[in-house]
């Protein structure tokens, strides 16, 4: 009996023990199970922040770079713009020219004025000018009767049929200058016509006696209509101006539009032109000319 007893005491122990075996197995692979989710969900978190922080990286890197060629287009577009602006109002670097000038020039160009019989051809000689491509700002147009010999100012005023006064005429000298200018921006292409004087006094009165028919010798040349109701024109005055700190002389149309100026670029070179942009042009190319390095 306590043989059996102790057989059945045995075996309960045996039974008991097993199971808080189980239950302690159990526990440590649940505490196992609950370490390895949470250094996985660790990691898990790192993965994302790092992942996070390269994504960031990226876009800066990514923003940086687009900023950088955004400061290097800019950069390149002003000193593009500055270098262009240089060369429309930085003094002009004078070139060697075949046949001297009253202003500098860039291009030449040769007419044999056989070629030109009166007004109408020469408007005719300048409009094909106008339509040509060529570079540089101002182009020279010489009328010449034999090889390089040029007509003198009073025999281009005989061709053109001018009735500049006498005492004008008789003040200038050989050499004159028809041009064209052409401004880089693409706008409207300038005429102009520059004479020489030896008296000045004599010169701006005498411009000024020469305004009641300017607009009817040139008006063809520069293009103004004085037909029909713009016969009007014929009556209008010229009307005292400032340009680039010089005085001239402008003749408005009928919607107040500026037809053409009259004006001395200094004491000797009187102009006729219908572009404000050629004054400016031509004063400057004087103010570089006549500079002196100190």
Do not use: C
């Amino acid at each position: 009996m306590d043989e059996q007893n102790n057989l059945n005491l045995n075996k309960k122990s045996e039974a008991i023990h097993t199971y808080a075996g189980d239950m302690a197995s159990m526990v440590r692979d649940n505490e196992a199970s609950v370490i390895k989710i949470a250094m996985a969900e660790q990691r898990r978190r790192e993965a994302e922040v790092q992942k996070d922080n390269s994504r960031k990286q990226k876009n800066y890197a990514l923003m940086f770079a687009i900023f950088s060629i955004i400061l290097i287009f800019g950069a390149i577009y002003i000193y593009k713009y500055l270098n262009q602006k240089g060369k429309i109002e930085a003094t002009h670097t004078e070139i060697v020219t075949e046949i001297p000038t009253l202003i500098p020039d860039d291009i030449q160009t040769l007419i044999p004025s056989n070629t030109i019989a009166g007004r109408e051809d020469l408007v005719r000689v300048i409009a094909k000018a106008r339509e040509d491509k060529k570079a540089g700002l101002i182009e020279s147009i010489f009328l010449t009767s034999g090889g390089k010999q040029t007509l003198s100012s009073t025999e281009f005023l005989d061709l053109v049929g001018s009735s500049i006064p006498n005492a004008f005429e008789r003040s200038l000298s050989p050499d004159f200058m028809i041009g064209l200018y052409r401004p880089v921006d693409g706008t409207k292409i300038g005429t102009f016509f520059i004479f020489k004087s030896s008296s000045y006094d004599q010169a701006v009165a005498g411009s000024y006696a020469w305004e009641k028919t300017l607009l009817d010798e040139f008006s063809t040349i520069f293009g103004v209509d004085i037909s029909g109701e713009n016969k009007i024109l014929l009556q209008k005055s010229f009307e005292d101006t400032i340009i680039y700190n010089t005085d001239a002389r402008v003749l408005y149309g009928t919607n107040n539009e500026p037809l053409f100026y009259s004006l001395f670029l200094n004491q000797n070179l009187y102009m006729l032109t219908d572009s404000k942009d050629v004054i400016v042009e031509a004063i400057k190319r004087l103010r570089t000319q006549n500079a002196k390095p100190l």
